[in-house]
T-cell receptor, first 112, second 114 residues
Framework: DQQVKQNSPSLSVQEGRISILNCDYTNSMFDYFLWYKKYPAEGPTFLISISSIKDKNEDGRFTVFLNKSAKHLSLHIVPSQPGDSAVYFCAATGRGAQKLVFGQGTRLTINP | DTGVSQDPRHKITKRGQNVTFRCDPISEHNRLYWYRQTLGQGPEFLTYFQNEAQLEKSRLLSDRFSAERPKGSFSTLEIQRTEQGDSAMYLC????????????FGQGTRLTVV
């Protein structure tokens, strides 16, 4: 039962353009969502999060959008830079759950 | 360095041997998590501690797996009688107590069972 889904295994974007990574979830109890970035042979690095009481959160080049009715969130990176090339995971949790449930990841490649 | 620290970074072991991994969380974090990640998948939850109490275990954590967090500080994850299917990246993360805060991950321990 995949409660958090990232349906695009990979995404290729030109440097300077916008990268949009998508994530869908099925569990209505999830109320906190996070994005992590992972380089090979390293642990995931926290990027940005959003609570279900909001529909948008920005941090520099990164913006996360949450559409609760569609059970969908997205991460926008603008402008995209070569250092953004990595695997991006979305994760979700809910009240009392205490643990993060991760999607399968999307490999983002930024082309010069 | 005040991040989550894991040791060793890499471990190669023969099938049937026991292995133990260590995680040192961020000092002020009272929650500690173990996850496992295999190729092409996201991290999968294994177990979670709040201070020294192990509050949740995934069904992925078979009887061959045991985790401890004595005194609520560092944690160990032991795998007994390793199998080839145990080969994975084992990730430790820590976070502060609610309201929910992001979990911060260590660099992981890559286990290869041959």
């Amino acid at each position: 039962d995949q409660q958090v889904k990232q349906n695009s295994p990979s995404l290729s974007v030109q440097e300077g353009r916008i990268s949009i990574l998508n994530c869908d979830y099925t569990n209505s109890m999830f109320d906190y969502f996070l994005w992590y970035k992972k380089y090979p042979a390293e642990g995931p690095t926290f990027l940005i999060s959003i609570s279900s009481i909001k529909d948008k959160n920005e941090d520099g080049r990164f913006t996360v959008f949450l559409n609760k009715s569609a059970k969908h969130l997205s991460l926008h990176i603008v402008p995209s830079q070569p250092g953004d090339s990595a695997v991006y995971f979305c994760a979700a949790t809910g009240r009392g759950a205490q643990k993060l449930v991760f999607g399968q990841g999307t490999r983002l490649t930024i082309n010069p | 360095d005040t991040g989550v620290s894991q040791d060793p970074r890499h471990k190669i072991t023969k099938r049937g041997q026991n292995v133990t991994f260590r995680c040192d969380p961020i000092s002020e974090h009272n929650r500690l998590y173990w996850y496992r990640q295999t190729l092409g998948q996201g991290p999968e939850f294994l177990t979670y501690f709040q201070n020294e109490a192990q509050l949740e275990k995934s069904r992925l954590l078979s009887d061959r797996f045991s985790a401890e967090r004595p005194k609520g500080s560092f944690s160990t994850l032991e795998i007994q009688r390793t199998e080839q299917g145990d080969s994975a990246m084992y990730l430790c993360a820590s976070s502060q107590e609610t309201p929910w805060n992001a979990a911060f991950f260590g660099q992981g321990t890559r286990l290869t069972v041959v």
